[in-house]
């Protein structure tokens, strides 16, 4: 057992005897099993296909010993840990190049040293082939993992990740107070399961902050001969039954064939920092604040700019190492008719494919790499969004993004077939997202405008008209609020504001959201849909209610999700033995209706779906004519409080509390009115809340089942 908090040691010590004492010893443990894999010289085949399966896997595994637990509790292996996540991180990049080329056979892939199973390692080449390239793609692998085993890493490979993570080592350095308990329980039963180290945080910091700097290629490199062994190796591959496959003695004479061709060492391109480079060539000249009023209630204040631009800002010291930014305006894809949907939906993720400014997509991510600054536009149903983050002393760099996000997009017309060809195979591919899509569909009632991401639906984006529709969404900033949390002094912020987003292009246009009456299908609603590729049944059960937006409704809502996960755990895990895990969440949607939502999700046996999903229903009948216990709903209300007290340390909470405080004029950061609806919540009163909320529900049950 662990227990971490803020606690009297020796009062919770008499606390666990008193009540752990009563249960009694068991007297023949079952010793907790130690599973060996064989050792094999000879290379093992495994072909699986499937009838549902429209794309290939290639996988070649060799199993590699975990150190024993006495070798874990050194030095030396803390040093390996970082070697791993040297090789990990130096070979995603030289894939990362790779598979940007237009030429590549791979339409994924990548060769990673990742744990495997409690004892054992697995060194791993595994991708995923374009259509009708399964060969090609192999040996692309083969030649890959061939050129780091003959030649290694280069130096300024190592170079960049090691920059990277000593950044990283000092900012989680800087941060350890923030570290949530759950974090430290993990660790202490990863030592106590697995016999991971368990090093103090000073101590691990100054051991790896002299490592790293004198970490070497050759440390690296030597690590890939002692893990890509000739023995213990497996080739999986997996895909459809009714597709051509690589046979076993195929993939020999393609492993024999690579090694013995001639390989090239990696040509490593030196990544550009942020100070060597600068993002604008131009510095913008602004324009200043012309209003300020405080927001007493969020401990916030409020900037209008000249150009019409509002900025929010909450100053904190909650997370010492994180600067947010959010933005919002409304409108997003509401605003066009059904025929453009697809190509507006596509402009923002097509556009950020493109870079900013002068930079293309390429550079834009190794400078926003160095400074650890992050920027992204995003376009929704009824509002666009541009969220940002970074260091709070690389505020200037985070403004200088966003400043271009919606200044200087850059359309680049080769850039956006190239993604445009990517995302048309992988609709071909990825089966698991159309599930997801046709949930989202239903959810959504079917409506026209709820459209699945196939490639029927990519083939009506319009690219001539991508730009166009960036441009109308992002060009008029002064129809956006911006929000900013951080550790950062308003009067150091202040003046980055007005010079970038100061500058922003602006008109006096507003705009509205237009309902256009996407909605659950009303009343009950039950299908069963049988899905190419599934092994076992996936059951979603998908309530909602147009109520009243407010803290009570939130909060209840909160405790029916408790309530209903518990018992479904206790039902149909314990008791029924029917599925591993019952998922149960819940949501509340503010625009254009206040809905509340309840969503269940489980997997288990075709044969047994029916009858489950019966169970689920049953239990929301019972809380719909009983109240549950007063131990029930203290223990959700508790659950709830604890989280909601862990929410408010962190900026992301107040930046979203306030984006939804002037999307409404709905305060849900209100401290003393959540506290006076947990107190005094009764179960008759989560009695009349789920009655209310059950009458005349929308409900939808869906059964995604294996076909034959």
């Given at each position: 057992?662990?227990?971490?908090?803020?606690?009297?040691?020796?009062?919770?010590?008499?606390?666990v005897?008193?009540?752990?004492?009563k249960?009694?010893?068991?007297?023949?443990p079952t010793?907790?099993?130690e599973?060996?894999?064989?050792?094999?010289?000879e290379?093992?085949?495994?072909?699986?296909?499937?009838?549902?399966?429209?794309?290939?896997?290639l996988?070649?595994?060799?199993m590699?010993?975990?150190p024993?637990?006495?070798?874990k509790?050194?030095?030396?292996?803390l040093?390996?840990?970082?070697?791993?996540r040297?090789?990990?991180?130096?070979?995603?990049?030289?894939f990362?190049?790779?598979?940007?080329?237009?030429?590549?056979?791979l339409a994924q892939?990548g060769?990673?040293?990742?744990?495997f199973?409690r004892?054992?390692y697995?060194?791993?080449?595994?991708?995923m082939?374009?259509?009708?390239?399964?060969?090609?793609?192999?040996?692309t692998?083969?030649?890959e993992?061939?050129?780091?085993?003959?030649?290694?890493?280069?130096?300024g490979?190592?170079?960049?990740?090691?920059a990277?993570?000593?950044?990283?080592?000092?900012?989680?350095?800087?941060?350890?107070?923030?570290?949530?308990?759950?974090?430290?329980?993990?660790?202490?039963?990863?030592?106590y399961?697995?016999?991971?180290?368990?090093?103090?945080?000073?101590?691990?910091?100054?051991?790896?902050?002299s490592?790293?700097?004198?970490l070497?290629?050759?440390?690296v490199?030597?690590?890939?001969?002692?893990?890509?062994?000739?023995?213990?190796?497996?080739?999986?591959i997996?895909?459809?039954?009714?597709?051509?496959?690589l046979?076993?003695?195929e993939?020999?004479?393609?492993?024999?064939?690579v090694?013995?061709v001639?390989?090239?060492p990696?040509?490593?391109?030196?990544?550009?920092?942020?100070?060597?480079q600068p993002?604008?060539?131009?510095?913008?000249?602004?324009?200043?604040?012309?209003?300020?009023r405080?927001?007493?209630?969020?401990?916030?204040?409020?900037w209008?700019?000249?150009?019409?631009?509002?900025?929010?800002?909450?100053?904190?010291?909650?997370?010492?190492?994180k600067?947010?930014?959010?933005?919002?305006?409304?409108?997003?894809?509401s605003?066009?008719?059904?025929?453009?949907?697809?190509?507006?939906?596509?402009?923002?993720?097509?556009?950020?494919?493109?870079?900013?400014?002068?930079?293309?997509?390429?550079?834009?991510?190794?400078?926003?790499?160095?400074?650890?600054?992050?920027?992204?536009?995003?376009?929704?149903e009824?509002?666009?969004?541009?969220?940002?983050?970074?260091?709070p002393?690389?505020?200037e760099s985070?403004?200088?993004?966003v400043?271009?996000?919606?200044?200087?997009?850059r359309?680049?017309?080769?850039a956006l077939?190239?993604?445009m060809?990517?995302?048309?195979?992988?609709?071909?591919?990825?089966?698991?997202?159309?599930?997801?899509?046709?949930?989202?569909?239903?959810?959504?009632?079917?409506h026209?405008?709820?459209?699945?991401?196939?490639?029927?639906?990519?083939?009506?984006?319009?690219?001539?008209?991508?730009?166009?529709?960036?441009r109308?969404?992002?060009?008029?900033?002064?129809?956006?609020?911006?929000?900013?949390?951080?550790?950062?002094?308003?009067a150091?912020?202040?003046?980055l504001?007005?010079?970038y987003?100061?500058?922003?292009?602006?008109?006096?246009?507003?705009?509205?959201?237009?309902?256009?009456?996407?909605?659950?299908?009303?009343?009950?609603?039950?299908?069963?849909?049988?899905?190419?590729?599934?092994p076992?049944?996936?059951?979603?059960?998908?309530?909602?209610?147009e109520?009243?937006?407010?803290?009570?409704?939130?909060?209840?809502?909160?405790?029916?999700?408790s309530?209903?996960?518990t018992?479904?755990?206790?039902?149909?895990?314990?008791k029924?033995?029917?599925?591993?895990?019952v998922?149960?969440?819940?949501?509340?949607v503010?625009?254009?209706?206040?809905?509340y939502?309840?969503?269940?999700e489980f997997?288990?046996?075709?044969?047994?779906?029916?009858?489950?999903?019966?169970?689920?229903?049953?239990?929301?009948?019972?809380?719909?004519?009983?109240?549950?216990?007063?131990?029930?709903?203290?223990?959700?209300?508790?659950s709830?409080r604890?989280?909601?007290?862990?929410?408010?340390?962190?900026?992301?909470?107040?930046?979203?509390?306030?984006?939804?405080?002037?999307?409404?004029?709905?305060?849900?950061?209100?401290a003393?009115?959540?506290?006076?609806?947990?107190?005094?919540?009764?179960?008759?009163?989560?009695?009349?809340?789920?009655q209310?909320?059950?009458?005349d529900i929308?409900?939808?049950g869906?059964?995604?089942?294996?076909?034959?």
């Amino acid at each position: 057992m662990v227990i971490v908090g803020d606690i009297d040691v020796k009062q919770m010590e008499r606390r666990v005897k008193k009540i752990l004492s009563k249960i009694p010893a068991v007297k023949k443990p079952t010793p907790r099993p130690e599973i060996e894999i064989p050792a094999h010289e000879e290379m093992y085949y495994c072909l699986a296909t499937d009838p549902g399966i429209n794309y290939t896997t290639l996988n070649v595994i060799t199993m590699v010993p975990e150190p024993s637990r006495e070798e874990k509790n050194t030095y030396a292996y803390l040093k390996e840990e970082i070697l791993i996540r040297c090789f990990n991180t130096m070979m995603g990049k030289r894939f990362a190049k790779l598979l940007a080329q237009p030429n590549c056979p791979l339409a994924q892939g990548g060769i990673n040293f990742i744990p495997f199973k409690r004892g054992y390692y697995s060194y791993q080449l595994g991708g995923m082939p374009k259509p009708g390239q399964d060969e090609a793609a192999l040996r692309t692998l083969l030649m890959e993992n061939e050129r780091v085993r003959r030649h290694g890493f280069m130096a300024g490979e190592l170079e960049e990740v090691k920059a990277s993570l000593l950044k990283e080592l000092e900012l989680g350095y800087r941060a350890r107070g923030e570290v949530k308990h759950d974090a430290y329980c993990q660790v202490m039963r990863d030592h106590y399961l697995n016999g991971a180290p368990l090093v103090a945080d000073d101590e691990k910091y100054a051991f790896q902050k002299s490592l790293i700097p004198a970490l070497t290629v050759e440390d690296v490199n030597a690590k890939v001969s002692e893990w890509d062994t000739p023995g213990n190796k497996t080739v999986v591959i997996s895909g459809s039954e009714m597709a051509w496959h690589l046979m076993e003695e195929e993939v020999k004479d393609i492993m024999a064939e690579v090694k013995n061709v001639e390989v090239e060492p990696y040509v490593h391109e030196r990544a550009v920092t942020g100070d060597e480079q600068p993002l604008l060539a131009e510095q913008p000249s602004g324009s200043p604040v012309t209003s300020e009023r405080e927001l007493a209630d969020f401990d916030a204040v409020e900037w209008t700019l000249a150009n019409g631009v509002k900025v929010v800002y909450r100053e904190s010291d909650l997370e010492c190492n994180k600067l947010s930014l959010k933005a919002y305006s409304p409108g997003g894809t509401s605003l066009y008719d059904l025929d453009m949907l697809p190509t507006v939906e596509m402009a923002v993720p097509l556009v950020r494919a493109c870079g900013l400014g002068d930079h293309d997509a390429a550079t834009l991510k190794r400078w926003m790499a160095s400074k650890g600054v992050k920027c992204e536009a995003s376009l929704g149903e009824l509002n666009e969004y541009v969220t940002a983050s970074a260091l709070p002393e690389d505020a200037e760099s985070l403004l200088q993004l966003v400043y271009l996000t919606f200044a200087r997009p850059r359309i680049d017309r080769e850039a956006l077939g190239k993604v445009m060809a990517q995302r048309l195979m992988q609709s071909r591919m990825q089966g698991r997202n159309v599930l997801q899509d046709t949930v989202t569909r239903l959810q959504n009632g079917c409506h026209p405008r709820a459209l699945l991401k196939n490639a029927v639906y990519l083939g009506k984006v319009d690219l001539d008209k991508v730009g166009q529709v960036y441009r109308e969404r992002f060009s008029n900033a002064g129809d956006f609020t911006f929000f900013i949390t951080g550790n950062l002094p308003a009067a150091e912020l202040k003046p980055l504001v007005e010079k970038y987003l100061g500058a922003l292009p602006s008109t006096s246009d507003r705009e509205k959201w237009i309902d256009r009456g996407v909605r659950p299908l009303r009343g009950h609603q039950e299908c069963e849909i049988e899905f190419m590729g599934l092994p076992t049944s996936f059951v979603v059960l998908s309530a909602s209610k147009e109520m009243e937006d407010n803290i009570r409704h939130a909060v209840c809502l909160q405790a029916l999700k408790s309530i209903l996960q518990t018992r479904c755990m206790n039902v149909i895990r314990e008791k029924e033995g029917g599925t591993y895990a019952v998922n149960v969440n819940e949501s509340v949607v503010h625009e254009p209706v206040a809905r509340y939502y309840l969503i269940v999700e489980f997997q288990c046996d075709p044969s047994n779906a029916s009858r489950l999903k019966g169970i689920v229903l049953g239990e929301l009948e019972r809380l719909r004519q009983q109240a549950p216990t007063r131990d029930e709903l203290m223990m959700a209300l508790n659950s709830i409080r604890k989280k909601e007290g862990e929410a408010r340390e962190t900026n992301v909470y107040w930046q979203e509390k306030l984006v939804l405080y002037y999307k409404t004029g709905l305060n849900q950061a209100d401290a003393r009115e959540f506290e006076e609806v947990v107190d005094k919540l009764t179960p008759a009163d989560f009695l009349s809340f789920m009655q209310s909320f059950w009458k005349d529900i929308d409900l939808t049950g869906v059964v995604f089942k294996p076909a034959n």
